[in-house]
């Protein structure tokens, strides 16, 4: 998986604030009201997107408007976004949204090693008691081409963490 910084954002976004939505004036309206923690979030939401001044002028009148009119003048430029966020100006709070990227980003990337490292495991298990990939799907009730590309093309991408792991102890177990 390719975690965009845009992608992780629009994720962050929403986890914070609890709400299904990009929508500028509703991730706002949340932050203003009930979420103040998606602040720093949304602004740069908002300025990857090029629309930091946008947030910071429907922001008026809220506990955020300074904040945001002060950050839409450093964050005016979408490509740089994300340099800004790395260097000693930033505030530590908007420099947060950057490093909880970096470690969602990693995260995804151990994850994948991981599932690796199972589906090895898995194949030798597999050979050691004549347990077919058919017989697993069907046992587990899985998607028969997501496993094979899995198992036979080493694709990590096709199964989560936990159905590796399903996977692993059915071939250890399989009689």
Request: with cysteine; net charge positive; proline share 3%.
């Amino acid at each position: 998986m390719n975690l965009t910084f845009k992608g992780f954002l629009r994720w962050y976004c929403r986890e914070l604030t609890g709400l299904e939505t990009d929508n500028l004036r509703k991730l706002r309206d949340s932050v203003a009201t009930s979420m103040p923690a998606a602040a720093e979030a949304l602004m740069v939401f908002a300025a990857v997107q090029d629309k930091a001044g946008y947030l910071a002028t429907i922001s008026q009148g809220t506990w955020m408007e300074s904040s945001y009119a002060q950050m839409a003048e450093q964050l005016r430029d979408p490509e740089e976004v994300s340099f800004y966020l790395q260097s000693p100006e930033a505030p530590p709070r908007y420099r947060a949204v950057w490093n909880a990227y970096i470690a969602k980003r990693y995260a995804i990337a151990g994850e994948r090693r991981i599932i690796a490292g199972m589906r090895e495991k898995t194949l030798q298990a597999m050979e050691g008691r004549n347990v077919t990939v058919y017989r697993l799907c069907k046992d587990l009730g899985l998607n028969k081409g997501n496993i094979y590309a899995f198992l036979g093309k080493g694709d990590d991408t096709k199964v989560s963490q936990g159905t590796a792991r399903r996977i692993l102890e059915y071939a250890c177990k399989a009689s």
